[in-house]
Nanobody, 122 residues
Framework: QVQLQESGSGLVKPSQTLSLTCTVSGGSDTTNYNYCSWIRQPPGKGMEWMGALGRSGRTYYSSSLKSRIAISRDTSKNQFPRQLSSVNPEETTQYYC??????????????WGQGTQVTVSS
């Protein structure tokens, strides 16, 4: 079974760039995993879809984040780095990456990592 693990900076200062990496391991059947997706859940709010990278290498970004987010892939390491620039304290939350069959923020679809807590603070 495919497993995903988020890693990266847990503490970032306001206005800096948040860098996280999604590492994929296990599972030989990736048929249902057409996208590597990133989501987050701000405190008191619903799950927010941030963006995704498809099998073709095409990227898809939330309209509210597209000027600040970048998702790439390193196929040699089975990793999907994600950067989010100019972060602010309101973006302190848990971040998740997932392998999904479609563009979605639904954690019940596909396979997801455990998430990583990020704090934006000076």
């Amino acid at each position: 079974q495919v497993q995903l693990q988020e890693s990266g900076s847990g503490l970032v200062k306001p206005s800096q760039t948040l860098s996280l990496t999604c590492t994929v391991s296990g599972g030989s059947d990736t048929t249902n995993y057409n996208y590597c997706s990133w989501i987050r859940q701000p405190p008191g709010k619903g799950m927010e879809w941030m963006g995704a990278l498809g099998r073709s290498g095409r990227t898809y970004y939330s309209s509210s984040l597209k000027s600040r987010i970048a998702i790439s892939r390193d196929t040699s390491k089975n990793q999907f780095p994600r950067q989010l620039s100019s972060v602010n304290p309101e973006e302190t939350t848990q971040y998740y990456c997932g392998g999904t069959p479609q563009l979605t923020a639904d954690p019940s679809m596909g396979a997801w990592g455990q998430g990583t807590q990020v704090t934006v603070s000076s």
